[in-house]
Nanobody
Framework: QVQLVESGGGLVQAGDSLRLSCAASGRTLSTYAMGWFRQAPGKEREFVAA????????YYLDSVKGRFTISRDNAKNTVHLQMNSLKPEDTAVYYC?????????????????WGQGTQVTVSS
């Protein structure tokens, strides 16, 4: 079992930055692919970013490319999502997810473990 806990969300203004963190316990993440997803009120959960176990492969939602960066520190069992130039449309609950294979995926159903989520609100 893997337990994931997100942190770093908050209320910011458009153009600001936030850094989300996901801390894992229970098992080492070094062989897990990791992803970030988000869900806005009244909308389905959507893929945001994903990273392979070795950090060799990273994938992003088109609308966040150039603004968000996913990274991981396997020694610390953590994954981060640096979010710059935030926009009101980025407002959502952000979830960290772990996939018990090395390859990253953009599909939520391919992830095995999920955190509780952290709220990000961007005001205009």
């Amino acid at each position: 079992q893997v337990q994931l806990v997100e942190s770093g969300g908050g209320l910011v203004q458009a153009g600001d930055s936030l850094r989300l963190s996901c801390a894992a316990s229970g098992r080492t993440l070094s062989t897990y692919a990791m992803g970030w997803f988000r869900q806005a009120p009244g909308k389905e959960r959507e893929f945001v970013a994903a990273i392979s176990w070795s950090s060799s492969y990273k994938y992003y939602l088109d609308s966040v490319k150039g603004r968000f960066t996913i990274s991981r520190d396997n020694a610390k069992n953590t994954v981060h999502l640096q979010m710059n130039s935030l926009k009101p449309e980025d407002t959502a609950v952000y979830y960290c997810a772990a996939r018990s294979v090395a390859a990253a995926s953009t599909k939520a159903f391919e992830y095995d473990y999920w955190g509780q989520g952290t709220q990000v609100t961007v005001s205009s």
